[in-house]
């Protein structure tokens, strides 16, 4: 979707690594969301952040880790404790926090080596 | 974490016929949204419903917000070969406006 830069496209991890999913909008969105999506299944929420400096954890946090230091940028970390990291991760941004329809990234599909 | 009920889980149609799909949940919920996704793509926004009994369009399209707000249908009429994809429900609940809850999807095939 325009204005929302996910990288990259595909990522493999080693078994005990950690590795981070960028998330860049241009679009001064206030909230951010970190989605994990497996084959067959709708979406699941890992984490979120609805204004720089703070965000919340979602349904599915165990095994990652965020940051929000900017307000354009929300990185995921997957580390080596997510025990089942292969699955296909979407960002998306919505303008502010209550009843806002979220915009998505293309996709980081992760992968272990 | 929940997940809205969203059926048929998929749909085989020939060129030109018309779909029909439809979420249903136990909570109200304060918006529904349809998304499309293609293969290695985000969702994408079709429609944003906010108000119950709400009926909107966007070209073939035609999405409403049920009146007991615990339900929504899409429907494709006409449909050709570059509808293919999965579709899926999303909404609010009134219990955490600021969370999107998402249906399992229904996975779209037009045969030509």
């Known amino acids: 979707d325009g204005g929302i830069t996910q990288s990259p496209k595909y990522l493999f991890r080693k078994e005990g690594q950690n590795v981070t999913l960028s998330c860049e909008q241009n679009?001064?969105?206030?909230?951010m969301y970190w989605y994990r999506q497996d084959p067959g299944q709708g979406l699941r929420l890992i984490y979120y952040s609805q204004i720089v400096n703070d965000f919340q954890k979602g349904d599915i946090a165990e095994g990652y880790s965020v940051s929000r230091e900017k307000k354009e940028s929300f990185p995921l970390t997957v580390t080596s404790a997510q025990k089942n990291p292969t699955a296909f991760y979407l960002c998306a941004i919505a303008p502010g926090a209550g009843n806002q329809p979220q915009h998505f990234g293309d996709g980081t599909r992760l992968s272990i080596l | 974490g929940q997940q809205l009920n969203q059926s048929p889980q998929s749909m085989f149609i020939q060129e030109g016929e018309d779909v029909s799909m439809n979420c249903t949940s136990s909570s109200i919920f304060n918006t529904w949204l349809w998304y499309k996704q293609e293969p290695g793509e985000g969702p994408v926004l079709l429609i944003a419903l906010y108000k119950a009994g709400e009926l909107t369009s966007n070209g073939r399209l035609t999405a409403q917000f049920g009146i007991t707000r615990k339900d929504s249908f899409l429907n494709i009429s006409a449909s050709i070969p570059s509808d293919v994809g999965i579709y899926f429900c999303a909404g609010h609940p009134v219990y955490n406006t600021d969370k999107l809850i998402f249906g399992t999807g229904t996975r779209l095939q037009v045969f030509p």
């Open positions: 679009l001064n969105h206030d909230a």
